[in-house]
């Protein structure tokens, strides 16, 4: 039998409550397909950690984390602590610890869920966005200077480097070469940005010249916005920065229904260390402990997840449960319906197990 160690980390908000439903769901996953196990271990890392011990995870914490085959991630995001903290001590310090510079994000609009477009309907829309995840204007370089003086200063460095520009690239290329459609769009903004977008757009051309079967175009960054809107058909793979792909995926999310059902992987391709799977919603504080977080975005990270791990045909069982409970109406408050996070979860369950099978 296989055996997949999954490191769980719920972390913050609605992630303490997502992330035991999605571990649930892929423990029954798991049963029915009979050829793989997981060894999950969930740490408590996060902001409640952070308040113990001044940490939002141990200094040994990568190290801890490489054994593992996956990490599966929840939230981070405490209303009582600066972001910069909760992020930066966490999420960030994993994924670019780890060297997890692709960030892939699939939007759907599942069967069952009503895109906010009109006239967009379920299978309308196919998009992938690949996030550069470990450099441009995140890469966390700057400072502060005169602070709490009239000519106090802060910068913040947007850093692109041909390496980091290029395997992002390729990766984008690769998606796109695997796609019916083969079309790939670079979005930049080289027209205002006239150094690191350059560069950006330079290595595109270069890159491209390996990907003969790709069509690939470029499109500044608020004109893509602007077309996700007016013509979603038009789109299909997508790369862009850490910052311009960091939005525009969560406009893809509303798009798609709600931010509670997009997923999101942040992959190491060369599988030097584990890759971490993470729904895109945030802490949600608002919902926090209501019990009506949707789960839906965890569910297909899950699947994600599955796929990483090469279990291509139980991710496919996964989504195929996942859509069969949206369209039979079994939703939550974000998508208009009055489902709570138990009987979303309970209903994937049943529709893995086979329990309202025709």
Not at 126 to 139: H, L, M
Not at 210 to 217: A, I, K, S
């Amino acid at each position: 039998m296989r055996r997949h160690r999954i490191a769980a980390i719920p972390a913050d908000g609605i992630g303490k409550e997502v992330i035991p439903a999605g571990l649930r769901v892929l423990q029954a996953l798991a049963e029915r397909d009979g050829g793989f196990a997981f060894e999950i271990e969930t740490l408590p890392w996060g902001s409640d950690f952070y308040r113990q011990t001044g940490r939002m995870m141990p200094e040994e914490g990568l190290e801890m984390l490489r054994g593992f085959d996956a990490i599966y991630f929840g939230a981070v995001g405490d209303k009582d602590l600066p972001d910069d903290i909760t992020l930066w001590g966490l999420r960030l310090r994993i994924c670019q610890g780890f060297d997890q510079y692709a960030n892939i994000r699939p939007t759907r609009v599942l069967p069952g869920l009503t895109s906010p477009l009109r006239g967009v309907e379920p299978g309308d829309i196919d998009w992938v966005i690949v996030r550069e995840n470990s450099e441009g204007e995140y890469a966390g370089h700057g400072g502060r200077a005169h602070r709490g003086h009239p000519e106090e200063v802060a910068t913040e460095v947007a850093i692109f480097t041909r390496a980091g520009v290029a395997r992002i690239m390729r990766v984008a290329f690769r998606i796109a070469q695997s796609r019916p459609r083969k079309l790939l769009t670079v979005v930049t903004k080289s027209n205002a940005q006239r150094h690191g977008m350059v560069l950006w757009d330079e290595i595109a051309a270069e890159v491209a010249r390996d990907f003969p079967e790709v069509t690939w175009e470029k499109e500044l960054v608020d004109a893509m916005a602007a077309r996700m809107i007016r013509r979603p058909a038009s789109v299909d793979t997508v790369v862009a920065t850490n910052l311009h792909a960091d939005i525009l995926s969560d406009l893809a999310g509303a798009v798609a229904g709600s931010l509670g059902v997009a997923p999101t992987a942040n992959l190491d391709p060369e599988r030097r260390a584990p890759s971490m799977f993470e729904p895109i919603h945030g802490s949600a504080f608002d919902i926090e402990g209501k019990g009506v977080a949707n789960p839906v975005a965890t569910f297909w990270t899950g699947a994600m997840m599955l796929e990483h791990l090469g279990e291509g045909r139980a991710a496919a069982a996964l989504m195929a449960a996942v859509e069969r409970v949206c369209a039979d109406g079994v939703l939550t408050a974000d998508l208009g319906g009055t489902a709570t996070t138990e009987d979303v979860t309970q209903a994937v369950i049943d529709a893995i197990r086979g329990v309202n099978a025709a």
